[in-house]
């Protein structure tokens, strides 16, 4: 199907008007399509070569209009580094319309009700970060939003230095937060917080419609997606950056992509956005951030359902939450049966990592290879004793295995990418864009929504970050 043949919906308009603006996308000048992935486009049943839709480029630049669209931007609140912003919402994302499920998004697109001082615009830097880290957390198995495609443009959008203004087209089953929640009971419109639940359980939760306790279930639903997100998150050493709470997808997805990083050395108190003098959004706070704002949504919530019987809920986060990042823990150690020490193995194996310190991303690539001879796992590292330590105890538990080596090996490199987007080389892909190369966008398109395969030609995407540039901090101006 082609872009031109999509009907869309937008249940989200007969909500109460206090939900949205409408408001009409303000085209860039110029724009020419950076890139489209095609993988996302299926999403929407358009099959083929998205790129060369004719209409691709004047939808997302707003020019062309699909079928049944009508645009809107969506209010909400927040709580932005601990404190209430009791009125935030889209300033630069214009919605067209809903199909197939998906929800389409353009981030970008010029002002709207919510803009506030901000400008409606959005950079090709920070939105060629967030089209490829969207397609890329999808490639790793983790929920996330898409991006579709990505245009640049000749418009001119002031930040510390002039920059030209593009626009991701992003897909979501839901673009509801946690702070659309917080907008209504902050204004004390409880009728309205209701109506918010309903919608979002016919669109998120459809399952729990007209049970009884369906909100309380709906929150526990919640929870237990946020607890998974953030658990797969800690996995593979994604930094967010940014867990204000109207970044907080209700149905637990990763959303907004800004100053994120991946580790490049295993640092757990690492902290990727340059604002966060405190360190609140650190790799190691995201679990407890993560339940901090679940304690603010149910408060938000606490008119619909019982405050005590979701604080009991929240109370299982961390259940959840342990639960699934040990299994996935388990997994990227190649280790099937569980013994009661393997949890000193792993606490170990962290503090090997970061003492040493270690490319994250590498040394779990190179464990899915090991076969008893360290000198690949020793290369990693200019200091050996922790590592070469930890191994004498991993090569002990491996004897209890039953596993042969070789069904190990494939099962770890299955779980741990060789490929994930390593800043330094996002950097550069953004260099060459500002010049109109575009090549480096379209390799790394490639290899991260399949990271799991060894994609020998593309190996240039693995390298470590040089010392002067590993788990450096991000600006948040996008
Ligand atoms: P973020 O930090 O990107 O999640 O944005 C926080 C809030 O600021 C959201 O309400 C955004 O819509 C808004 N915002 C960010 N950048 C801009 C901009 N350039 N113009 C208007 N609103 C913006
Ligand atoms: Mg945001």
């Known amino acids: 199907m082609k872009l031109s043949k999509l009907k869309l919906t ?108 901000g400008d409606g615009r959005a950079v090709l830097r920070s939105s060629v970060r967030e089209y490829l880290m969207s397609e890329a957390m999808h490639g790793l198995g983790i929920e996330t939003s898409r991006a579709l495609a990505l245009i640049g443009s000749d418009t001119d959008v002031a930040r510390q230095s002039w920059e030209k203004g593009a626009i991701v087209l992003r897909l979501s089953p839901t673009w509801i937060r946690f702070g659309t929640f917080e907008y209504f009971a902050a204004s004390g419109e409880h009728q309205k917080l209701q109506q918010l639940a309903d919608y979002v359980i016919d669109e998120s939760f459809p399952e729990l419609k007209d049970e009884t306790d369906m909100y309380l279930k709906m929150f526990t639903q919640i929870v237990k997606n946020t607890a998974s997100t953030i658990a797969r998150w800690q996995s593979v050493g994604f930094n967010h950056g940014v867990m204000n709470t109207d970044n907080m997808s209700i149905d637990g997805r990763t959303i907004d992509y800004g100053p994120f990083a991946f580790l490049d050395d295993y640092q757990s108190n690492y902290v990727c956005n340059h604002t966060d003098h405190e360190g609140r959004y650190s790799f190691r706070n995201q679990p407890g951030i993560a339940k901090w704002n679940l304690e603010q949504l149910a408060r938000a919530l606490s008119p619909i359902l019982s405050l005590d019987k979701a604080t009991k809920v929240i109370e299982e986060f961390v259940n959840y939450y342990e639960d699934e990042y040990l299994d996935i823990m388990y997994d990227k150690m190649g280790l099937h049966i569980r013994i009661d020490t393997d949890l000193d193995l792993f606490v170990e194996m962290l503090e090997a990592l970061e003492a040493t310190p270690t490319d994250y991303t590498k040394f779990f690539r190179i464990l899915s290879k090991y076969d008893g001879n360290r000198t690949d796992i020793l290369e990693l590292v200019v200091f050996k004793k922790p590592l070469q330590e930890w191994l004498d105890s991993y090569d002990e538990r491996l004897k209890l295995e039953t596993q042969s080596v070789d069904e190990r090996n494939k099962m770890m490199l299955g779980v741990n990418p060789k490929f994930i987007l390593k800043n330094h080389l996002l950097q550069e892909a953004i260099e060459k864009a500002n010049i109109g190369d575009f090549s480096m966008i379209d390799d790394m398109l490639k290899v991260v929504l399949t990271p799991f395969d060894e994609h020998h030609k593309f190996n240039y995407l693995t390298a470590s970050a040089p010392d002067n540039a590993k788990n450096i901090k991000l600006s948040c101006s996008s």
């Not at 603006?21 to 095609?38: M, R």
């Not at 083929?48 to 691709?56: K, P, S, T, V």
Request: aromatic share 12%; with cysteine; charged share 25%.
């Open 10 to 117: 937008t249940p989200y308009l007969d909500l109460d008007e206090l939900f949205y603006d409408k408001v009409e996308p303000t085209p860039l000048e110029k724009p020419f399509l950076i890139s489209a992935s095609k993988d996302a486009a299926r999403l929407l049943d358009v099959k083929g070569d998205i790129a060369h839709d004719e209409w691709l480029v004047d939808v997302v630049n707003g020019t062309r209009k699909l079928d049944g669209s009508t645009t809107f931007a969506m209010c909400y609140a927040g709580y932005q580094f601990g404190y209430f912003v009791p009125r935030l919402g889209d300033g630069r994302a214009i919605n067209l319309g809903k199909v197939n499920g998906q929800n389409l998004q353009l981030k970008g697109s010029g002002l709207t009700e919510y803009s506030r001082q």
